[in-house]
């Protein structure tokens, strides 16, 4: 079982933006759309055995939850374009435009939940049933790592995380590299599926 | 120096497509903007010393070359998202639009090209200056591979390389895996920078 939780400290937690201009409108939620996009998709195939949490801290109302649960999706929900998966992350938006309650998740489609939780929420429920990594770049090489059967790995967005998180993740994360260089985080998912596929027994 | 080349079947060569509907209008030309996207760029940063193909065969002028090369390109000209892409590949498929001189490139933007040049003609100008691999699932896996200074890649997309073209590479390509999956040509295209990134000296 594999999770990928991303956070997005800029990316709206309202259904304010256009679709048509992603980047400029709405805090990059076409890196979210490209990131679940490298989580979850082969070439006509679907990865059940991964779970991706999107933690949106943009305006007007951080923090706000999107839980991609694969094993109880239905495979054509997610599609490799980003408008189809903007589309997605809108639905779950507007599900949960009235959310008070921190704990709560609102299922919006088969697997696919939208919740208040918080960034630390997550990750203290992910540590629960998995070992947690943080990618980064001065991590440990990532082919020198023994993953267990439950892996979960941490990613900043274009902005990288804040000293505050990096301060939580001390201690709880090992940081793990995929390379120097600083790379986009949907390119990073797809290195470490492709790596961790090719493990016996892959996690 | 890095060369990727992707034949693209059913990608259309004429700009008739809805940008708001690419995976629905356009013969997959969205596979195409998160290729490029994989290709050229880092976190912040943009790989001069990369070079892509798309080899356009869908309707309906088929076939349609479009250059990309990172050593004239402006940096700020591809952006991570697939509207903007696609907002390029259709500004070179209308200046192409009435070529007809089959080895003639057009200048559309600083190191952007449309020609009607064929997927062999590009094969065999790549071959002039580069190893040749073909990236395939039942290749040679690529950390026994050793590469030399400049390497070319071919890829196929979402429906794969015919059987004629598959033995017009046979004999030039040596094939190459990735991983025994079928991945996205995006991924694959992630997977091989930051693998190649990590060899001394990097290719």
Redesign the interface.
Known sequence: MRTFIIKANRAHTKADFS?????GTSGRI??LC?FL??AF?????FRKNVRVWLSLYGPPNPPKAIRFEGQRMRPKTL??????TAKLIIKALKAGENLREPGKELEVLPGIYVSKLTFEDIVRRTLRGSALYYLHEEGKPIEKVHFPANVAFVLGD?EGLSREDEAFLAGIAEKVS??????????VV??V??HL??LTPPP
Chains 1, 2 share one sequence.
């Open positions: 679709l048509t201009d992603l980047p076409d890196l490209r996009n490298s998709l082969l070439s006509h195939g599609n490799p374009d980003e408008l189809s274009h995929v390379g120097k260089k600083s790379y986009l985080a949907s390119h797809a290195y599926n492709i596929d090719s």
